[in-house]
T-cell receptor, first 115, second 111 residues
Framework: DAGVIQSPRHEVTEMGQEVTLRCKPISGHDYLFWYRQTMMRGLELLIYFNNNVPIDDSGMPEDRFSAKMPNASFSTLKIQPSEPRDSAVYFC?????????????FGPGTRLTVL | GEDVEQSLFLSVREGDSSVINCTYTDSSSTYLYWYKQEPGAGLQLLTYIFSNMDMKQDQRLTVLLNKKDKHLSLRIADTQTGDSAIYFCAEFTGGGNKLTFGTGTQLKVEL
């Protein structure tokens, strides 16, 4: 398996623009997680899905952020409009909850810079 | 509430042992994990321990769990320059399938 795939790996945009981050989870996994990592706040869980349904979006910072999972193999995280304080590395992770260890498998991340 | 704490930095010499510590607050944690993040990469699972265990050894890695004190540690024997990374501990409590991650400890291995 190729692991969790994220695109793009790097994104540089200007304040006010819309940004869309993409994630393909590992085939067969039924949970998908979006995280944000910054120096100041560490690793934060933004939202997670189970069987394509959002379960907990309490970590989404504000209405500018939205996430969708139209099918089991694809999810997007959208920021509209983007702001400089959104600059961070965004990670997608997936897992199969019936694994004994319930471990999460992380993608390589998307480094977002908002100018 | 859930809170996982780690020291931010650790510096060791190559060949020495490294010990990275973590404290957590949720006594109902079922699994505790150690993840490694190399520069520019995502988090990668290193090892895990089930809450009914005190110790787990996996090659150069030893995990110790003190449930009474809610303390988790990761010992890396014979630390190498390739071990330089950020190490995160995380707890899984079973509620909602969420992991709570610590702040991460940056390990620097010097020659």
């Amino acid at each position: 398996d190729a692991g969790v795939i994220q695109s793009p790996r790097h994104e540089v945009t200007e304040m006010g623009q819309e940004v869309t981050l993409r994630c393909k989870p590992i085939s067969g996994h039924d949970y998908l997680f979006w995280y944000r990592q910054t120096m100041m706040r560490g690793l934060e869980l933004l939202i997670y899905f189970n069987n394509n349904v959002p379960i907990d979006d309490s970590g989404m910072p504000e209405d500018r952020f939205s996430a969708k999972m139209p099918n089991a193999s694809f999810s997007t995280l959208k920021i509209q409009p983007s702001e400089p304080r959104d600059s961070a590395v965004y990670f997608c992770a997936s897992n199969f909850v019936r694994e004994p260890t319930d471990t999460q498998y992380f993608g390589p991340g998307t480094r977002l810079t908002v100018l | 509430g859930e809170d996982v704490e780690q020291s931010l930095f650790l510096s060791v010499r190559e060949g020495d042992s490294s010990v990275i510590n973590c404290t957590y607050t949720d006594s109902s944690s079922t699994y505790l994990y150690w993840y490694k993040q190399e520069p520019g990469a995502g988090l990668q699972l290193l090892t895990y321990i089930f809450s009914n265990m005190d110790m787990k050894q996996d090659q150069r890695l030893t995990v110790l769990l003190n449930k009474k004190d809610k303390h988790l540690s990761l010992r890396i024997a014979d630390t190498q320059t390739g071990d330089s990374a950020i190490y995160f501990c995380a707890e899984f409590t079973g509620g909602g399938n969420k992991l709570t991650f610590g702040t991460g400890t940056q390990l620097k291995v010097e020659l």
